[in-house]
């Protein structure tokens, strides 16, 4: 079991930049935050969950979709068991609730992350 809450979520202007974090705790299972891919997602209103970005165990491999690149940033802090998500540049198509997930996979499939955050809301004003 590994227990992911995101947060840094809020209200931002259009223009504006948010960090989000994905904090793991409870890690039972037998591999450290270190041995799991860690990827971010975004449910918009009415719309499918969308990849944003992952980021590989030791950060050999980092990958985000299009709509992503040069705007988000994905990094993380294994001896802190937390990841990160700077979001710049932030347009109101940008709302969304936003979650992080673990895996074991290098994969943009939701289907393939094992444990998943509740979501934090971002909403971005014009």
């Known amino acids: 079991q590994v227990q992911l809450v995101e947060s840094g979520g809020g209200l931002v202007q259009a223009g504006g930049s948010l960090r989000l974090a994905c904090t793991a705790s409870?890690?039972?299972?037998?591999?450290?935050?270190?041995?799991?891919?860690v990827g971010w997602f975004r449910r918009a209103p009415d719309k499918d969950r969308e990849f944003l970005a992952l980021?590989?165990?030791?950060?050999?491999?980092?990958h985000y979709t299009d709509a992503a690149k040069g705007q988000f940033t994905i990094t993380r802090d294994n001896a802190k068991n937390v990841a990160h998500l700077q979001m710049n540049s932030l347009q109101p198509e940008d709302t969304a609730v936003y979650y992080c997930?673990?895996?074991?996979?290098?994969?943009?499939?939701?289907?393939?992350?094992?444990?998943w955050g509740r979501g934090t809301q971002v909403t971005v004003s014009s």
């Open positions: 980021i590989t165990g030791n950060a050999e491999m980092i």
């Open positions: 409870e890690i039972t299972t037998g591999l450290t935050f270190s041995g799991y891919v």
């Open positions: 997930a673990a895996g074991t996979v290098i994969s943009d499939s939701p289907y393939l992350y094992l444990y």
